[in-house]
């Protein structure tokens, strides 16, 4: 299956308004954003966890990151409420579920192969800090490597936002909304800008929490076989 599989293309997709489509597992449901693959595929996802659903015990070996957008999400290595962000590295091992339901948003196949950096952090228990030259910006740090840059961004309402993106980037509204390139994105709105891109960006009215993943575009590439 390929869906928005061209990184040469801007992409926006306004999650919300998608249609949950049914996993293998009872209980679990998705809204696929990008996807290279079949089951095992380099994929973006939004994913639903019914109360008292779980995965089966199973291995990233490519990876996977998640931050957690509602609910409480849980595994053997703990309960992680909304807002966590977690980062599984390669050979990492889990049986996800979620006692009271959740919904995450999910990368797969997107990492270093040789990358074991684990991470788990609450957003909800980090301050932003203001962003030096950036006014109405506010960022906080939350994973960097030789390959991309994870943080999160707090925008002042209709705080003009500027980005250059030599090697792309990605955006997800967390809280609040933006508007870019003739599309407003709110909660749950994902962009996806190619290599050479710009981000020119206004918040909304109440400001916006951000999501972004920048400098990756590179080296999306389909998971091993």
Request: aromatic share 8%; glycine share 10%.
């Amino acid at each position: 299956m390929e869906l928005n599989a061209d990184f040469s293309e801007r992409v926006v997709v306004h999650s919300e308004q998608l249609d949950w489509v049914k996993s293998p597992m009872p209980g679990v449901d998705r809204r696929m954003l990008d996807r290279i693959g079949g089951e095992v595929a380099r994929a973006t996802t939004i994913v639903r966890y019914a109360a008292g659903s779980a995965f089966s015990e199973h291995t990233h070996t490519g990876g996977e990151e998640f931050i957690v957008l509602d609910g409480v999400f849980s595994d053997e290595h703990g309960d992680f409420p909304k807002g966590s962000y977690i980062r599984n590295p390669p050979t990492s091992a889990h049986t996800p579920g979620s006692a009271p339901g959740c919904v995450i948003f999910v990368k797969l196949w997107q990492f270093d192969p040789n990358d074991r950096t684990q991470v788990k952090i609450d957003m909800t228990k980090m301050e932003a800090v203001p962003a030096r030259g950036r006014a109405g910006v506010s960022v906080m740090p939350l994973f960097q490597d030789t390959r991309e840059t994870v943080r999160m961004e707090l925008w002042d309402a209709n705080a003009d936002v500027t980005l250059d993106l030599p090697e792309g980037g990605e955006f997800l509204v967390l809280d609040g909304g933006f508007s870019e390139g003739g599309d407003t994105l709110d909660s749950g709105g994902w962009l996806r800008l190619p290599e050479g891109s710009v981000l020119r960006a206004k918040a909304g009215q109440k400001g916006a929490r951000v999501w972004m993943k920048l400098r990756h575009i590179p080296h999306a590439k389909p998971p091993a076989s």
